[in-house]
């Protein structure tokens, strides 16, 4: 596996998703948002992707500002473009637009080249029940665990 240097995670979204399918995206950054990354500091717990006039925009991701660019920094939510292949583009917007489903950031990082990249993931939402026996389920293996580490 190529090496990556994860930036942000957003552990929240399989919890509250389904993930269908993930896929690798670029991101469209200034360079004091590439700096202010490079310092580790990013928020996409509360983000998503929507598709709007034939691209593909990351929304309410939060990339802090970078103190020493001073007066030319950026603005820390405002949307970024992802670059998608056109047929991943026309794919995932069908998706979205027909089936219901939702752009699910779930990683961003740098790859081996040093650039940033951010994991999405074509999502379908859980409803309350899915979530309560997800969490049964955790909460499960992990007593399975424990009663097998106290005999064994």
């Known amino acids: 596996m190529p090496e990556r ?3 942000a995670e957003n552990r929240r979204a399989r ?5 269908e399918e993930t896929y690798e995206a670029g991101i469209m950054l200034l360079g004091t948002e590439v700096k202010s990354l490079r310092n580790g500091r990013a928020n996409i717990a509360e983000s998503y992707a929507s598709a709007d006039k ?3 925009y990351l929304i309410n991701a939060h990339i802090p500002e970078y103190a020493p660019a001073a007066s030319f920094n950026h603005e820390p939510r405002r949307p970024r473009k992802l670059l998608v292949k056109r047929r991943q583009l026309t794919r995932l917007v ?5 089936e219901g489903r939702t752009l699910v950031p779930l990683r961003l ?6 650039i940033a990249k951010l994991e999405i993931a074509l999502a379908k939402g859980k409803k309350a029940h899915d979530k309560r026996e997800a969490t049964k389920d955790r909460e499960w293996k992990r007593d399975q665990a424990r009663l097998m580490r ?3």
């Open 5 to 7: 240097k994860l930036i």
């Open 15 to 19: 919890f509250d998703y389904f993930i």
């Open 54 to 56: 034939g691209e593909l």
């Open 94 to 98: 069908g998706a979205v637009e027909r």
């Open 109 to 114: 990082y740098f790859n081996d080249r040093g």
């Open 150 to 152: 106290e005999k064994g």
